[in-house]
T-cell receptor
Framework: GESVGLHLPTLSVQEGDNSIINCAYS??????FIWYKQESGKGPQFIID?????DKRQGQRVTVLLNKTVKHLSLQIAATQPGDSAVYFC?????????????FGKGTHLIIQP | DAGVTQSPTHLIKTRGQQVTLRCSPK?????VSWYQQALGQGPQFIFQ???????QRGNFPDRFSGHQFPNYSSELNVNALLLGDSALYLC????????????FGPGTRLLVL
């Protein structure tokens, strides 16, 4: 879900379980979506991307699903590991390419319980 | 192959002062974008530089300015600092022709007192 102010949504999962992180976007003209992982004290790190002409894309242990009808994006992480603990952001780019910069969502803090 | 580097890592300033942050892009990249990330928020686009010119700008006041050098490195300048300018400032580099793929540096943490 979305957060207000300084409070990030938090998702707590058991190590080895699957995680699903959700993101809603507002710009129906967005053409390209990216999931970033940001660990404490570091910059965002690219995880996986998807274009608007696709509804699913798989990477290594990660899957991104795109539902353009409801403007919803999700990131699924299989068999979560302690190293997956981080804040996850979805970002979008409009049909003009990256020239207008990435527009980031507010982020979800993923906590892995041992 | 060096990634994106930023300096300094941390900085403390007082209200009204001016600050300059620096960024070296990933090897081979020609475009630099700057983002501001307030605590608990996602990064917000400030502006983008290519061929030593500002190409696009987000919703930030003129107190925020920048520069790109012939070697593609970039500076972000903020004048008349406000308490609300306290944030993590991120630099991202890309190719002008493939701007969707942006690589981020570790950021500079600015605290304004």
């Amino acid at each position: 879900g979305e957060s207000v102010g300084l409070h990030l949504p938090t998702l707590s999962v058991q190590e080895g379980d699957n995680s699903i992180i959700n993101c809603a976007y507002s710009n129906s003209a967005s053409d390209y979506f990216i999931w970033y992982k940001q660990e404490s004290g570091k910059g965002p790190q690219f995880i996986i991307d998807i274009r608007s002409n696709m509804d699913k894309r798989q990477g290594q242990r990660v899957t991104v699903l795109l539902n353009k009808t409801v403007k919803h994006l999700s990131l699924q992480i299989a068999a979560t590991q302690p190293g997956d603990s981080a804040v996850y952001f979805c970002a979008e780019i409009g049909s003009g390419g990256g020239a207008d910069g990435l527009t980031f969502g507010k982020g979800t803090h993923l906590i892995i319980q041992p | 192959d060096a990634g994106v580097t930023q300096s300094p890592t941390h900085l403390i300033k007082t209200r009204g002062q001016q600050v300059t942050l620096r960024c070296s892009p990933k090897s081979g990249h020609d475009t630099v974008s700057w983002y501001q990330q307030a605590l608990g928020q996602g990064p917000q686009f400030i502006f983008q530089y290519y061929e030593e010119e500002e190409r696009q700008r987000g919703n930030f006041p003129d107190r925020f300015s920048g520069h790109q050098f012939p070697n593609y490195s970039s500076e972000l300048n903020v004048n008349a600092l406000l308490l609300g300018d306290s944030a993590l400032y991120l630099c991202a580099s890309s190719l002008w022709t493939v701007q969707e793929t942006q690589y981020f540096g570790p950021g500079t943490r600015l605290l304004v007192l």
